[in-house]
């Protein structure tokens, strides 16, 4: 029986900008993404009866329609009148909620290997489309690579790689909900806003130490007033030499971006010394 394979990556945000608060509820945001080799890996094989079917190894997500990838499945199978089944099953290697999109790159992922499965004929634009209905990260997570995002995150513009780096991921032991921050953040009131131009002029000319100086994300400081914890995170990074370090998302993951190798060690050694869920990964590019 076909068996479909796909890789969901976390994603970093280089820059998170908050514009203002939308009548709909939503915010408007500009953001620059990018992927990073930290991802789940989803199975997903044909089942004999007409039932949508999630496991997992992880414990600590649901598996029912609560989950972003079984509601991705349940939105292919309504709109596109599938009356098949599927087996999917979702094998988590990212930290949930934590601000790594972890649970719209699994849906992105269900959304693309469903349309194998399923020979279902859809382009990338018509499953980011589908991805929007899901979540706003979505659409990202179905096109990969680095982007701006506009509007409420749907509207992409893909742009080249940025320099090629070391990425340490550090996420303190507790959960931070996308909605509360949000919640949180006055957009009439931030301070200083990143500047998107300046970053993309950055990455178009490949200069690492001028990417590390744009980083900047509004929805930090709510984040770290409430959790000293990140704060801390950000601070030890710092202090061990990482040459760029911001939260990512909502939080609480922090990340580090390092240039020379020589320094990886001595940033996650630091980390682990209070920090127990730390990772070293690359760039996708
Ligand atoms: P974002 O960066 O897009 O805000 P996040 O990384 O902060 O996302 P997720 O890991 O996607 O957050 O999880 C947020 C919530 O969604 C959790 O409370 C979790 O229970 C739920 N959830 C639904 N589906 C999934 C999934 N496939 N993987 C992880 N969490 C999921």
Redesign the pocket.
Known sequence: MTKIFEKAPAKINLLLDVLRKRDDGFHEVEMIMTMVDLADRLEMEELPRDQIVLTSQAGF??LDE????FQAARLLKERYDVRRGVYIH?V?R?P?????????S?AAATLKGLNKLWGLGLSVSELELLGAEL?S?VPFCVRGGTAIARGRGEKLESISPPPQCWVILAKPPI?VS?ADVYGKLRASQIAKHPSVPRMLDAIARQSFPDMCGELGNVLEDVTLDRYPEVRQIKECMIKLGADGVLMS??GPTVFGLVSKEAKVARVYNGLRGFCKEVYVVRLLT
């Open positions: 997500i649901p609560k989950n972003l990838a979702l988590k990212i949930v909620a934590a601000g790594l999109a972890g649970g719209s699994d979540g990260d959960n996308t998302g909502s």
